[in-house]
């Protein structure tokens, strides 16, 4: 047998080892499984044949507080993986919740014996020079850092929070909106793509999902007033300083991202029923 066909039956065999491991049924809990991507992970990887522990504050079976390790102990014991998809929309609480809750909640499963831990981040972190951004991109760093095996899945930022936003400006009848470069995915897409790394073996890198096309935000927030029928001004507004430049050369893109969405913001907006408004 040549040394050919021995590096063929090699690259079989991994492939084979890896399709195992997707396919090996894994009691995954999923911190934060009761937000917009928290549960639609957790349904993604049950609908898979995982055994799903969702984990949150408001969760009856596994009520869980990142931000003092309340409950994190009987909710890991057993679990294979963790899939982090927790946030935290306020500005003042998000590190305690993303960086210092990382650091607990990496303890917690090193102690349970979990094998694969997996972070959900965003997508140009570690350019974009203001507070979330900054939280996010130490968060990554803690998980890098940690004692538990990782990946790290970023995302650009999904439809479901872009036409949030418009919405909560919406109301004033006003869209005061710098210029910016998005490129937004839905937010099905990332779950799917974080069912399938929690369900593999740990990537020790970075995995980037981006949606199809790039958009000025600008005109993002024109398309969802014509879906939505809302009378709002779109109000161009400065944004100075580096983060500013970051976010007008597109920094939150992704520009060869390894998963590209394939449902655009204005196909989304077609589709979405309860659509806010």
Known sequence: MSSTDNASEESE??????????NARKTIAVAGGTGTLGRRVAAELAARGHEVRVLSRTSGAWRVDL????????????????????????????RRTLVEGSRRLLDAEWYAGVGHHVCVSVVGCDRVPMGYFRVKHEQERVVEEGPVAWSIVR???????????FAAGGRWRVLPLPRARLAP??????????AEVAAGEPLGKRREVAGPAVAELRDLARGWRSATGRRALVLPV?????????????????????????????AWLEGREGLPR
């Not at 390790?69 to 294979?80: K, V």
């Not at 995302?155 to 936003?165: G, K, M, N, S």
């Open 185 to 194: 995915v839905a937010c099905a897409e990332v779950a799917r793509v974080v």
């Open 13 to 22: 065999e991994s492939e084979e080892g890896q399709r195992g491991e997707r």
């Open 238 to 266: 400065p944004f100075p300083g580096r983060a500013g430049r970051a976010l007008r050369a597109g920094v939150a893109t992704a520009e060869r991202p390894e998963v590209w969405g394939t449902t655009s913001f204005a």
């Open 155 to 165: 995302a650009t930022q999904f439809h479901e929070l872009v036409a949030e936003r």
């Open 67 to 94: 931000s003092t390790g309340e409950g994190l102990a009987q909710a890991l014991a057993g679990c294979h993986v963790v899939v982090d998809a927790s946030n935290e929309r306020s500005a003042r609480r998000a």
